[in-house]
């Protein structure tokens, strides 16, 4: 169970503790509750739902969100997750998951966008990567120490699934195929932050930042332009450096013609030049 401590005066913090006791109760009321009929089979579809029941009881059989690992599941296993998981929309800052916290439920998330960071020394974070739909989001807690070893937070209204873990790990002993497919997964995570590792270590600070926002514009909005959901601060997060150092290197880029900025989106003029700036360093 999650722990809570602190002053939570004020209304976003009483949101987000409001959420974490609702996922720590659907948690013990996943592992005690008696069978209940689920509402959503009366609908032949997602428009004949009321809102409350699409958010809340879509079948996960038939739901279009989903993780594409959950799509190697059969029916009675995604059915074992319908009965074991919860739906939670999060609003734009606010924490999905908390480093430090026990681990009781994995992650699908059905769509927004979210960061994925580490907590560092005095404030400083270090943002891994961003997690669009339909991604999932488990980690080296879930066969170590039950732990989240990384905090998520919301970028714009995202909404995810928290399926209970135990659900989870006894589905990845029974299908060998979604075992695999995990590993996967986990392992194209542990490379790209290998390869991000390198980079932020042995490129100068211009470099670093054009690798950021050529992983923006080519990874996660797959266009030349992008809303600045990203803040300057992530930006900073994301390159290794501060955020002084990363608007300055954004002037610089915006001064030469690589980007155009605005206070609502990021536009890339010249992709060859900010290659050229990633690949030299």
């Known amino acids: 169970m999650l722990r809570f401590s602190g002053n939570y005066s004020s209304p976003t913090r009483k949101e987000n503790v409001l959420k974490l006791i609702y996922i720590n109760f659907f948690y013990l009321y996943s592992r005690y509750k008696p069978d209940i009929p689920d509402d959503s089979q ?18 996960c059989i038939s739901c279009e ?41 994995v992650i699908s998330v059905n769509s927004g966008l979210a960061k994925l960071y580490l907590e560092g020394i005095e404030q400083r974070n270090a943002i891994l990567r961003l997690v669009k739909p339909t991604n999932f989001i488990g980690g080296p807690g879930i066969y170590l120490d039950l732990m989240h070893h990384y905090t998520v937070t919301a970028l714009m209204e995202s909404s995810v699934c928290f399926i209970d873990i135990h659900v989870f790990k006894k589905i990845i002993k029974q299908n060998s195929l979604f075992a695999e497919e995990f590993i996967k997964d986990f392992s194209r995570n542990t490379l790209s932050a290998y390869n991000r590792l390198i980079n932020l270590t042995q490129k100068q600070m211009p470099g670093r930042l054009s690798d950021t926002l050529l992983y923006l514009f080519n990874d996660i909005f797959q ?9 300057k601060q992530d930006l900073a997060d994301l390159s290794a450096m501060s955020k002084d150092s990363a608007v ?34």
């Open 42 to 59: 009366k609908y032949q579809n997602r428009e004949e739902m009321p809102d409350y029941l699409e958010k809340t009881q879509m079948n």
């Open 65 to 105: 969100c989903k993780s594409p690992l959950f799509r190697l599941l059969s029916d009675e296993e995604l059915e074992q997750v319908q009965k074991n998981r919860i739906n939670v929309v999060f609003k734009p800052g606010e924490t999905i998951r908390k480093q430090g916290t026990v681990m009781t439920h």
């Open 248 to 281: 300055k290197v954004l002037r610089e880029f915006q001064n030469d013609g690589i980007v155009k900025i605005t206070d609502n989106e990021m536009e890339l003029l010249d992709s060859v030049a900010l290659k050229k700036i990633s690949r030299i360093g």
């Open 223 to 231: 266009s030349n332009k992008f809303p600045m959901l990203v803040s």
